[in-house]
């Protein structure tokens, strides 16, 4: 019986190694391309660079322990930087190693990707105007029904999961208010004066 679990870890592993044998044409339809696998790392370099020069335009004078404020932007720079052109590397050398299949659809679904990014620019529109609570509570409903539509799940509709999901928002996001506004003093837009609403 351990004959026939080992000669199964063998063929698992060769399997796993013959997967990726040719980069440019993974077993996985998804499973990016070295092609798409370079431009990741290229991604990753731009953002660094773009990093190094915010990291510019902070002066360098040292702080507290002889650190300036720029010093974290400097760090994370290179890190970036590093990490990038690793992948680039990686990418121009066999691919990502062991990349596993990363699931999901193919193909994006816009719908839930609107409403989630409705969900965050209406919370930003509307926070002065609505306050925290109420535009927090509409961010997480159109956040939820999203996400609700991309698992296709079919109540997503439904005036009970709307309802259901306006609760949840406004006791999620009326207690992280007072917490803030009442405990914490710090002042979050509201609605009224109060600082309970």
Known sequence: MSESLQNLAQAAEAAQVSAYADPDEPQSPNVPSKKAQTIVGAGVVLVAMGLALGALQI???AG???VGPNFLPWVCAAILGICGTL???????GGFRHAADPGGSPKADILPF???????????????????ILSCSVCYVLAVQGLRRAAHQPEASAVGTWVKDVITGLLISAPVFWMFTQFLAINLPGLTQTGWL
């Open 87 to 93: 992948l680039i590397w990686e990418a121009q050398t």
């Open 114 to 132: 609107v409403w989630v990014s409705a969900g965050l620019l209406v919370n930003a529109a509307l926070i002065g105007t609505l306050g925290f």
């Open 64 to 66: 507290y322990g002889g």
């Open 59 to 61: 002066p360098a004078d």
